[in-house]
């Protein structure tokens, strides 16, 4: 009994270690390489210029095909033109290792390419010879990249491995181990190294990368303690949420909400100053054509149709203003939070003139001295294709009183494509003319008399002041505070 006993024990023991033994080998399976190899790793520091014509040669060579073919090359970039602080860095390095403070430049064990052609060129057979695995550091010494903590470098750096980039962007640390799990795993291994470790991480929509001469994007994006996360392939399940990045670090902004402009384009479309232009231009056809309301309907028709054609090339040229603009200065990181103050100062300026009124109120009304340029150009039109050919001009009047809104609305799209704020912009005008044809339609039936709509917009206009300042101020607080 007692040899049978010890029998069943021994099955029991050899069965368990066997089951061990085969879980051992499954987990392994999962876990990701936990280690990027002093052995097989190598490591470049490489300065460059978003702007710089020799870097736009240079960088695609760098930092897509030379990663591409080396799979185990680490590139430390820092881009110098847009980044406060990275052009320090770059002059110390070039005092450290003998070298010019010039870029493109790139930093290896062995050797120090400097310009366009010699990296083009030079950078396949450098990395042949290179006798190590050491990356150059700041302070004249070098270090192989597995000993080298990343939130310990200098400037804001962007490390580079294959199809994946951390791009430093604030002061937080997340732990340097997890940020070379992440250099180091496929995209399937992504997910593990962030959800059993436990990461503290926002999934993000990605970022653009900026190149000399184009942008990259990728997948893929996470935001982390002082880091970005973005890479190709397989992403992770859950809610993004959109992020700025600038010079100074990151900020999660609001998405663009259809709700945002249409108020921008309710507020433009009771402008008093735009329904005044109408009524005068239709008072002025009726003048010609007492009894034809057929022209009075093709002359309002083809004056809200000009008006249309000339905004939309407004606000394209807004647009792509405020991206140009964000591109040369690091106002990106601010634009939101000015955009929603200025929307507010339009507000109270509007609800300025519903407690006390008068004509030609700064950023609300056109301006006084405007208005017999614009009644002498108007009294000239005698028939639709007029009436078309003086919306054309009287947009320029137009501008002082309704440009404030339109602004602010192209400060929102200038986030996007300039191709993808076409839909936006149609939108924004279609509501900003319905008033016009509404008023003209109304008119060719019958309902009303020019002069009954000349005198209401007279007699509501504290009205209609007050609305567009409630519908601004409430809008630009909304944005201040991120819930619109």
């Known amino acids: 009994m ?61 930092l897509q095909q030379t990663l591409r073919s080396h799979p185990n090359l680490i590139v430390i970039e820092y881009e110098v033109y847009q980044t406060r602080g990275n052009v320090n860095i770059l002059s110390i390095y070039s005092d450290q290792y003998n070298s010019s403070p010039k870029i493109p430049q790139i930093f290896l ?28 550091l700041i302070n004249g010494q070098q270090q192989t990249f597995d000993n080298i903590d990343l939130n310990t470098l200098p400037g804001k750096p962007n490390i580079w491995r294959d199809t994946k980039i951390l791009i430093r962007s604030g ?10 799990q992440l250099l180091n795993s496929t995209s399937c291994d992504i997910k593990y190294v962030l959800n059993n ?41 859950g809610s993004v949420e959109n992020v700025n990045i600038s010079n100074d670090g990151i900020m999660v902004i609001p998405e663009l909400t259809i709700a945002k402009v249409i108020s921008l384009a309710a507020v433009d479309a009771v402008n008093p100053c735009a329904l005044a232009v109408l009524t005068l231009m239709l008072i002025a056809i009726l003048t010609y054509n007492p009894t034809n309301k057929h022209k009075v309907l093709l002359a309002g028709f083809a004056f809200s149709i000009s008006v249309f054609i000339m905004y939309f090339f407004y606000g394209l040229v807004i647009i792509r203003f405020f991206q140009v603009v964000q591109m040369l200065t690091s106002i990106k990181l601010y634009l939101h939070y000015g955009l929603a103050i200025a929307a507010m100062i339009l507000g109270l300026l509007n609800i300025k003139d519903f407690i006390h009124y ?18 002498k150009l108007i009294s000239g039109v005698t028939s639709p294709k007029g009436a078309f050919v003086v ?52 008119i060719y039936l019958g309902m009303a008399e020019i002069e009954d709509v000349s005198g209401w917009k007279d007699k509501h206009i504290r009205k209609l002041h007050l609305i567009s300042g409630l519908i601004m101020l409430l809008l630009g607080i909304g944005m201040l505070l991120g819930v619109v």
Not at 3 to 30: H, Q
Not at 369 to 375: D, E, F, G, N, Y
Not at 400 to 407: A, Q
Request: aromatic fraction near 8%; glycine fraction near 8%; proline fraction near 7%.
């Open 171 to 180: 002061d937080g640390e997340t732990s340097d181990t997890i940020l070379k």
């Open 197 to 237: 470790n436990s990461v503290n991480y926002t999934i993000i929509s990605p970022v653009k990368v900026s190149l000399s001469g184009k942008d990259l994007e990728f997948d893929n994006a996470v935001m982390l303690d002082g880091w970005i996360f973005q890479w190709n392939g397989e992403g992770l399940n």
């Open 109 to 136: 064990p062995n050797k120090i390419i400097l310009g366009d052609q010699p990296i083009i060129l030079g950078i396949e057979k450098a990395l042949a010879d290179v006798p190590n695995s050491n990356c150059l």
């Open 358 to 375: 008068k004509p030609g109120g700064l950023g609300t009304e056109m301006p006084m001295m405007l208005r017999p340029t614009v009644k």
């Open 391 to 442: 919306g054309l001009f009287v947009t320029l009047f137009l501008l002082p009183c309704t440009i404030g809104p339109y602004v602010i609305a192209g400060g929102l799209l200038s986030a996007l494509e300039i191709i993808h704020t076409i839909p936006w912009l149609l939108l924004y005008n279609v509501i900003f003319i319905l008033p016009m044809i509404g008023i003209t339609i109304i």
């Open 2 to 62: 007692k040899n049978a006993m010890n029998d069943i024990s021994m099955k029991i023991t050899i069965f368990l270690l066997f089951s061990v033994f085969i879980l051992s080998l499954s987990y392994a399976d999962e876990v990701p390489s936990n280690n990027i190899s002093s052995d097989n790793v190598e490591c470049a520091v490489y300065f460059t210029g978003v702007g710089c014509p020799h870097c736009a040669r240079a960088d695609p060579v760098v």
